[in-house]
Nanobody
Framework: QVQLVESGGGLVQTGGSLRLSCAAS????????MGWFRQAPGKQRELVAS???????NYADSVKGRFTISRDNAKNTVYLQMNNLKPEDTAIYYC???????????????WGQGTQVTVSS
């Protein structure tokens, strides 16, 4: 069992910045990839950014150049630095952690409660 606790969301004006944090606790062994997803009203949940244990990252096209994901493996924490925020970034942001058990066993995903990010125009 893994618990994920997000923090850092809030209300910010267009062009502002926020830094989200997600701390994993419990049975963190075998966590491979951590990332951030978001869901806006009326839209499906989408991947914002992810980072592997080795530091490989990927980003949604809409946030490239503005958001940066990083992780501190010693603290089991992943961060999302969000710069130049736009109203379109308004959503609930969810932290995700994936355990990789192998090809035959597959993966398990764990989710945080979500943190609201609101960007005013």
């Amino acid at each position: 069992q893994v618990q994920l606790v997000e923090s850092g969301g809030g209300l910010v004006q267009t062009g502002g910045s926020l830094r989200l944090s997600c701390a994993a606790s419990g049975s963190t062994f075998m966590i491979n990839t951590m990332g951030w997803f978001r869901q806006a009203p009326g839209k499906q949940r989408e991947l914002v950014a992810s980072i592997s244990n080795g530091g490989s990252t990927n980003y949604a096209d809409s946030v490239k150049g503005r958001f940066t994901i990083s992780r501190d493996n010693a603290k089991n924490t992943v961060y999302l630095q969000m710069n130049n925020l736009k109203p379109e970034d308004t959503a609930i942001y969810y932290c995700n952690a994936r355990k990789r058990w192998g090809v035959t066993r597959g993966d398990n995903d764990y989710w945080g409660q979500g943190t609201q990010v609101t960007v005013s125009s």
